[in-house]
């Protein structure tokens, strides 16, 4: 089932990023696309990797959005499969959050990217409403088209390593942007660099909102190892 949602949850995000056209795509976008969505991350990484990412989730009101924590994600290269391909296991959170370890065969992109959109869709529907598959398809289409991609230093394991910033604020110009409770604003984030082992460095979707008095969310994925972006 997960295997299937994944899978499902990729071909539909890198269908919707390649929906750009000449005039639409900008340089940083397409750029960006190639990185997130057509980088074989997996390739090179040997197998019995560990990939461990630490997520916070940060509220600002605990009553409204539940309570926030820190807990693990862990993405392990189990073995190798056919051209470059990886079977991996991936182990959502730990304790009581934990769910079943998922394997996953003949994988060369990094899983974390998909988690972590699809996460991010489907908290911006709980929060703002919407078609899940409409905000899907402007999500993926919004980076596809209007992404910023700005070059960062990650320090990583004692060293500093370039990579890049991809950034979206896929609703902001939405024509619908009125009925979405404020969160119309949210934007989110990649850090992406070759020199890491699995590309992905942090996520992070901050749920801002326009509205007086509306709660927030920060939700922040972090490789084990990576420390400042700057």
Do not use: C, W
């Amino acid at each position: 089932m997960f295997k299937s949602l994944l899978a499902s949850a990729a071909a539909a995000f890198l269908a919707a990023s390649l929906v750009t056209t000449a005039a639409a795509a900008t340089e940083d976008s397409k750029k960006a696309t190639a990185l997130l969505f057509e980088t074989p991350h997996l390739a090179s990484v040997p197998a019995g990797t560990k990939f461990v990412y630490t997520d916070e989730r940060v509220p600002s009101n605990e009553k409204l959005l539940g309570k926030g924590f820190t807990d693990e994600i862990t993405v392990d290269v189990e073995s190798d499969a056919a051209a470059g391909k990886k079977n991996v296991v991936v182990h959502l959170y730990t304790g009581e959050r934990a769910r079943d370890p998922q394997r996953i065969t003949e994988m060369d992109g990094n899983p974390m990217l998909v988690v972590f959109l699809d996460n991010a869709v489907g908290r911006f529907q709980q929060f703002a409403g919407g078609d899940r598959a409409y905000l899907k398809h402007k999500f993926s289409k919004s980076i596809g088209d209007e992404s910023t991609l700005t070059p960062v230093k990650i320090s990583y394991n004692g060293s500093e390593v370039d990579g890049y910033r991809v950034q979206v604020k896929p609703f902001e110009n939405d024509p619908a942007r009125a009925k979405m409770r404020g969160f119309e604003v949210a934007e989110f984030s990649i850090v992406i660099s070759e020199k890491i082992p699995g590309f992905f460095a942090k996520m992070v979707a901050n749920y801002a909102n326009t509205q007086k008095d509306s709660p927030t969310l920060v939700d922040t994925m972090t490789l084990k190892g990576v420390g400042d972006v700057k």
